[in-house]
């Protein structure tokens, strides 16, 4: 078989190697389209991978191509959604149904050798694959671990119905994050993004209210359209410490900051924040990833009904779809500011 793999920055080479046999539990896939994620940004720019040579590509959908002979829920010619995390089902976490913080957990498409969407097969546990229901194509299966981050987010919000609520960052994440609470019976969605293009992508429908955090009055403007109190949910999707410390101010009292944006520079809070997080009795909650019990977890599941009712502006949050071969130029354009608009996907059927 053919596998794409990363041997360095902007350094993607096919190579050719055994297509692997799947075992009594185990599933034979064949690749159907795979989703960039902003995290293999830095992977396939500047290389920045856990070791070389890689296989990336975590959010895919895929052919079921053979299957072991315990395997029951789905059966070859089969289109799944790929779920990448592989767990243990052994440990203290998944026992409780934390999966994520499994003590022997595997990610593909970045830790686990020769396994990701890159690769033209993959051998996966029979519960890494949920068949995709009719009316839901192979690009749009492949959107599920996106979803199913926001969707997690959500449960994790314990957002009431009718509720009001917060999403800083209009990004891919944030954007599925305002469609699922939407969905979900929110009441009014106030977005915050300082680039206005993302704005506009949700203002009207989606967004009831819409803030550029580079005009100097958006806070008051928020403030006054919350009547002073500011939204009982607040979800976080950008990560970083000027968005976190809104978050903050966004909240009414009591009210849930879910941080879902990654952090990988140092967060300090403020004297005032701190007073903040104490004297209005704010609950900050973190999101890792989109595992719960009954492995997957319902996010998944939710998430793939949600797309066969087609909550999801699935084409608008698209940039483009292009073939294995035109992964590096994709690549060179997210150098270029506003170049990219939504998710790249790649067509490896
Ligand atoms: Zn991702
Ligand atoms: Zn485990």
């Given at each position: 078989m053919k596998s794409l793999q990363l041997f360095g920055a902007m350094d993607l080479r096919q190579v050719e190697m055994d297509t692997p046999v799947p075992g009594d539990d185990e599933v034979l896939l064949r690749t159907e389209y795979c989703g960039l994620c902003g995290s293999d940004r830095p992977r396939l720019l500047?290389?920045?991978?856990?070791?070389?040579?890689n296989t990336l590509g975590h959010e895919f959908s895929a052919r079921v191509a053979a299957v072991g002979k315990?395997?029951?829920s789905v059966v070859p010619g089969d289109l799944v959604a790929v779920v990448p995390l592989i767990v243990c089902h052994h440990c203290k976490n998944c026992r409780t149904g934390h999966y994520g913080q499994c003590e022997n957990k595997q990610f593909i498409g970045l830790r686990v050798e020769n396994k990701g969407g890159f690769s033209e097969y993959n051998v996966l546990p029979e519960c890494n694959v949920i068949k995709v229901p009719d009316g839901v194509s192979g690009w749009e299966a492949a959107m599920i671990e996106p979803i199913s981050v926001a969707l997690h987010a959500m449960f994790r919000s314990g957002m009431k119905p009718g509720s009001d609520i917060a999403v800083i960052g209009a990004g891919t994440i944030g954007k599925l994050i305002i469609q699922s609470a939407r969905a979900m019976g929110a009441r009014e969605i106030f977005v915050f993004d300082n680039v206005q293009s993302q704005l506009d992508d949700v203002a009207g429908n989606l967004a009831d209210h819409c803030y550029n955090t580079s005009d100097e009055a958006f806070f008051d403007s928020y403030l006054k359209d919350t009547q002073g109190y500011g939204c009982p949910y607040v979800m976080e999707a950008v990560g970083i410490q000027p968005t976190v410390s809104l978050a903050l101010k966004a909240a009414s009292t009591n009210g849930n900051v879910v941080l879902v944006g990654y952090l990988d520079k140092p967060l300090a809070f403020s004297p005032a924040e701190v007073r903040l997080i104490l004297e209005n009795e704010l609950n900050l909650l973190g999101v890792w990833q989109s595992y719960d019990l009954d492995f997957p977890g319902d996010a998944f599941r939710l998430g793939l009904y949600y797309l066969s009712r087609g909550v999801y502006d699935t084409k608008s949050m698209t940039d483009r779809i292009i073939k294995p071969d035109e992964i590096m130029a994709a690549c060179g354009d997210w150098k270029i500011p506003g170049k990219v608009r939504g998710k790249i996907f790649v067509d490896f059927r």
């Open positions: 500047f290389g920045e991978v856990p070791f070389f040579p315990n395997v029951k």
